[in-house]
């Protein structure tokens, strides 16, 4: 079920690629989280404390293991296609425009409502609502997720608009142009260090942060130990090579100022390389300052997400119920251990959902079988206490059961062991 979900999250992600892998989402949220518990602990908590609220196992939330998977969610939701296609528009822009021809264009005619910037809007008043205040309601909660995935998506240049000129004609010969949506329509050829060349687009190229994050090493969520290890290495590697005083962080810029930010980037450093070439080389001179500058948007939204968060949930500090913990902090997954160094961690029981089951089962077989030799045991006294015969028969059977319930212990350890 869970791997068939799995299957079916990544179709519908190739088929619809109109969003950032999940690795920079997961580091967009990785960096605002590292830096609340930094500053301000309580949002950290109280953020905390909503994700984990509402996302125990539904078919739509692969079961999280930790805080940063929330950041994918707005992603898996995709699966549902068109039955949410409203929200589906809300990773991007799609009526802002370059059109230096004047073309006739052909727009989605839900893109003036159903855009980033109004979904961000109206989020922020979703989560800052009156009336809502110290309320963790389910809508909230997937609002809250919803927000941490645009921010990243929203500094991603091809998210921002879409490129109009002749060659992105609607049907061919009809004069109207539907443009390159958000770089989907771009073709490019992209050379990598090692294997084949890739037929792709430069919307796909830039949501991978250049095939830095791929799809054959992709994380599978929820996450085990070593994609856990990898993706804290991941994320201590990116936030050293891009330290925050280097970014100029401006505290009083808006979503919108974030999106126009992008947006320029796409025209002054994307599309004129484009109009030249369609062609790239791991390490060329494009790939190096695309790579540098998408590395670095990741970073800076992070940031810039921590001190939304912070902004959004002020008014909830001191009125949310931080005292129980949360459900995946009660696994105890792993001990990570900062000190500015690689992450060290300690493989100590990786216990998912499934694990748990089998965990009940033993339990409730367990019960059964005891259940049953004490009924036999009742049964056979009354019934046969005065034949030998049968005696020696119940210490045999008595010892099978023995050697049955010895193997539960046994499986469990066998467990930790894979784990
Ligand atoms: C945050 O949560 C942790 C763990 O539940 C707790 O130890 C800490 O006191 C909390 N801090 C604040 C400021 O809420
Ligand atoms: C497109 O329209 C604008 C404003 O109406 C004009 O300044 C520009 O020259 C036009 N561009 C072309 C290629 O016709
Ligand atoms: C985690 O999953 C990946 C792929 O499914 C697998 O290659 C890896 O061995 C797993 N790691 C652990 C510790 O189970
Ligand atoms: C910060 O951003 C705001 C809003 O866009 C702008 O008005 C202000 O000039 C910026 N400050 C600096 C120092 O760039
Ligand atoms: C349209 O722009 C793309 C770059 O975005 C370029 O490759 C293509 O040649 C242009 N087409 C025309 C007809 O100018
Ligand atoms: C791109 O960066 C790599 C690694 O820093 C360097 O070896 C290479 O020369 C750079 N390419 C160009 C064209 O500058």
């Not at 059109?99 to 052909?106: G, H, Q, R, V």
């Not at 090493?217 to 280097?246: A, G, H």
Request: glycine share 4%; aromatic share 14%; with cysteine.
């Amino acid at each position: 079920m869970k791997l068939a979900f799995t299957l079916l999250s990544l179709y519908a992600l190739l088929k619809v690629c109109l969003c950032f892998h999940e690795i920079p989402h997961m580091l967009v949220l990785g960096i605002a989280k590292r830096e609340l518990m930094k500053n301000d602990m309580e949002i950290y908590n109280i953020t905390a404390k909503y994700f984990d609220t509402f996302s125990s196992s539904g078919i739509d939330s692969i079961p999280t293991t930790s805080y940063e998977e929330n950041a994918v969610w707005s992603d898996d939701i995709k699966s549902y296609g068109d039955a949410q296609k409203a929200m589906g528009m809300w990773h991007f822009i799609g009526n802002l425009d370059s059109n230096p021809y004047n073309l006739t264009l052909y727009k989605d005619p839900m893109a003036d409502s159903e855009n980033a910037l109004n979904a961000y809007a109206n989020i922020v008043k979703t989560l800052t609502n009156k009336n809502f205040v110290g309320k963790i309601t389910e809508f909230k909660v997937s609002m809250l997720k919803m927000l941490v995935h645009l921010v990243g998506d929203i500094h991603m240049p091809h998210h921002t608009g879409t490129y109009y000129n002749k060659t992105f004609e609607k049907e061919k010969g009809k004069g109207i142009y539907s443009g390159d949506k958000g770089g989907n329509k771009q073709n490019i050829l992209y050379y990598p260090q090692t294997g084949k060349k890739q037929k792709t687009n430069i919307h796909f190229y830039f949501d991978s942060s250049c095939f830095f994050y791929t799809w054959t090493s992709r994380l599978v969520r929820p996450l085990n130990q070593s994609f856990t290890n990898y993706f804290e290495i991941e994320l201590e590697r990116i936030m050293t090579q891009y330290p925050k005083e280097s970014l100029n962080i401006n505290y009083t810029q808006t979503f919108d100022d974030w999106a126009e930010e992008s947006w320029n980037i796409a025209l002054t450093e994307i599309y004129p390389f484009l109009m030249q070439k369609n062609v790239i080389r791991y390490q060329d001179a494009f790939y190096n300052s695309s790579f540098n500058m998408i590395q670095q948007r990741i970073v800076i939204a992070g940031y810039r997400l921590a001190y939304t968060l912070q902004n959004i949930f002020a008014a909830e500090k001191g009125k949310i119920d931080l005292t129980t913990p949360l459900s995946y902090e009660k696994q105890q997954k792993t001990i990570i251990v900062y000190n500015n160094q690689m992450p060290l961690s300690n493989s100590i029981s990786t216990e998912y959902h499934s694990d748990k089951a089998m965990a009940v089962i033993f339990g409730v077989l367990f019960g059964l079988t005891l259940v049953s030799y004490i009924a036999f045991m009742i049964y056979f006294r009354m019934t046969y206490s005065a034949m030998k015969s049968q005696n020696r028969i119940s210490s045999e059977y008595l010892n099978t059961k023995n050697g049955t319930m010895q193997k539960i212990p046994s499986t469990e350890q066998n467990n930790e062991h894979k784990a």
